[in-house]
């Protein structure tokens, strides 16, 4: 990890996905509400090909459907996959790289917000889940 108070121009912030793999084998869809602060930004809005190229699916799951939303005003990026291939694995879930604002230190892992909704393919809900965030100067 990055020390805090270092300046800034780009960040790494890798998401893992934490939950049984005994419980849950067949984990089918999994979707993140990534909160940012409002010193971070990605070029681009919604799922425009700038943001697609901003995250990167770290699951290594081949096939699945991998998509992505920016909500700039909201400062929350939505990262969602599906896959009726082979089942999503705990774990990293996905990187993004950021932008900083100028002026600004590399932010807390505290200063972000992770809501996950995880579900089997048979539609069961997938409880519990954690989030754990890392952030990363390049």
Request: with cysteine; charged share 10%; glycine share 10%.
């Amino acid at each position: 990890p990055t020390p805090l108070g270092v300046a800034c121009t780009q960040v790494d912030v890798t998401v893992a996905v934490n939950f049984s793999a005994t419980d849950f084998s067949d984990v089918a869809g999994v979707t993140v509400g990534l909160g940012y602060p409002s010193t971070l930004s990605i070029p681009g809005f919604g799922n425009e090909p700038t943001v697609l190229a901003r995250v990167t699916n770290l699951t290594g799951v081949q096939g699945g459907l991998f998509s992505v939303g920016d909500q700039d005003a909201q400062f929350l990026l939505n990262i969602g996959l599906i896959s009726t291939g082979s089942p999503i694995p705990p774990g990293n879930f996905a990187r993004v790289r950021f932008d900083c604002a100028q002026g600004s230190t590399v932010p807390a892992a505290s200063a972000f917000t992770c809501a996950i909704d995880a579900s089997t393919l048979a539609g069961n809900q997938v409880t519990p889940t954690q989030c754990v965030i890392t952030v990363v100067k390049p």
